[in-house]
Structures are given as C-alpha cells and as structure tokens.
C-alpha cells in the first residue's frame, strides 16, 4: 500500500466530488454531435474499493495499490457499443426511484454484484452521449464489502473484471484513442487494461470519465496525449 495514501483515503476523495452536487469543472468536451429531444436519460455505476488481493504492478504515490474500480466488456454482438469497456450501467427505467437506483439495478444485473455492501457517495453530474442519444449519470460509490461478480448474461457482457486504478495511472497505459467516421476524428483519453482474459482498452465515455476523475482528484501522473492510437 501506499504510504502517503491509505485505501480509505480514495473513497473520502470520491465523496468530496459528491458535495457540490457533483458538478463538473469545465463543460464536457468528449460528446460528438448533439443530442435530440427524444433522448433518454442513463446511469453507470463507477464502484471503487478494493476488489481483490491482489495490489495493482505499478506504484502510485496517490493511490493504494489495491484500489480497483469495476468494469465489463460489452458483447461484441451489440447493436450499440459493441466490444467497448464500460461501467455497469443503463437506461433509467419508469419503476427506478432515482438515477442512483437504476444504476444500482444495471450493476447488479450485470454484474451479480451484492448491492448491501456497496455504499453509494452520490452522482456526478450528467452527461451527453450523442452516439446512442443519452444524457448519463456517473454514480460514484464505494464497495465496503466486495462480494463475487461475473458475466451474469452474456448476450450483454464478455467479461467482468478489476482494473488496477494505479496500474491505470501509468503513463506506460496511457495514450490517445483515435476513431475515424468518414471524415469525422473522434479523439478520448485511453488506457490499457491487462487482465486474465487478455488486454483491454478503455477509451470513448468510459476513458474520458476516468480520466477526468483522475485529473479532479489529483491522482493523474503525467502521460503522452500526443499519442495517438487507432482503437477501431
């Protein structure tokens, strides 16, 4: 573990970004296009805690190194995002209380995940994902008491799995997500992933949540954004 920085440490900085509402500093600057009157509102569970046993390889001076957060592989057979890494998370359906419930509910779909030892600290603020006409909510919560996940269904998940949050602050796992539509660039921050089952790449919504929370926290270790890589 970290010296300078306890595990308890993190989750007391992740509910501060909770205080003012979870408001973001500057306007997001990841969304392409706009999104239309029809669209609906979602919700991702960004769970952090410590997962596992097993300590990230590299050795941050911001965070303990077991600190993980949550993540999935979508099905490569999606109709919308197929294959990407994402939070647990979904539409906020008519029987959800909240953006909070229905992130909740999508985790432990998802994931199997026991929601008794999740403490949620609150949403941030929403934000545009043009691509699939949606205004997402990031729920920041804390896993008190981690219990087993895995691919609950897997016509929607690949994989569940920890990402090592030092491992992520690595310059070494960082670089520029690069996709080309026609004559449209989409760039995001992203980080590579390496698990049991293979090696990951985060970019798109979920690299630029990531990367943003990072930056707020003071977590993030300076990294290469000139290197631009092609993820598609």
Do not use: C, K
Request: aromatic share 6%.
């Amino acid at each position: 573990m970290s010296a300078s920085r306890p595990l308890g440490r993190a989750r007391d900085e992740l509910a501060h970004l909770t205080d003012d509402g979870g408001a973001w500093p500057r306007p997001w600057r990841l969304a392409v296009g706009r999104l239309d009157a029809t669209a609906r509102e979602a919700a991702v569970l960004v769970l952090f805690g410590a997962l596992d046993h097993v300590p990230a390889e590299h050795r941050s001076q911001a965070v303990a190194a077991e600190l993980d957060v949550l993540l999935l592989a979508r099905a490569t057979t999606l109709g919308s995002h197929p294959g990407q890494v994402a939070f647990p998370g979904g539409r906020v359906d008519p029987e959800d209380d909240s953006v909070l419930d229905a992130a909740m509910r999508e985790a432990v779909e998802e994931t199997g995940l026991d929601p008794a030892g999740v403490e949620v600290l609150g949403p941030l603020g929403a934000l545009p994902l043009p691509v699939s006409n949606h205004r997402v909510t990031p729920v920041l919560a804390w896993w008190a008491e981690p219990s087993p996940v895995a691919v609950v269904d897997e016509r929607e998940s690949a994989y569940v799995f920890r990402a090592p949050v030092a491992d992520l602050l690595d310059a070494r796992s960082r670089f520029t997500a690069v996709v080309r539509h026609g004559s449209r660039t989409f760039r995001s921050p992203a980080f590579r992933v390496v698990g049991n089952e293979g090696e990951h790449i985060v970019w798109g919504f979920t690299g630029g949540v990531l990367d943003a929370l990072f930056e707020r926290l003071g977590w993030a270790e300076p990294w290469d954004a000139a290197d631009e890589r092609p993820v598609l």
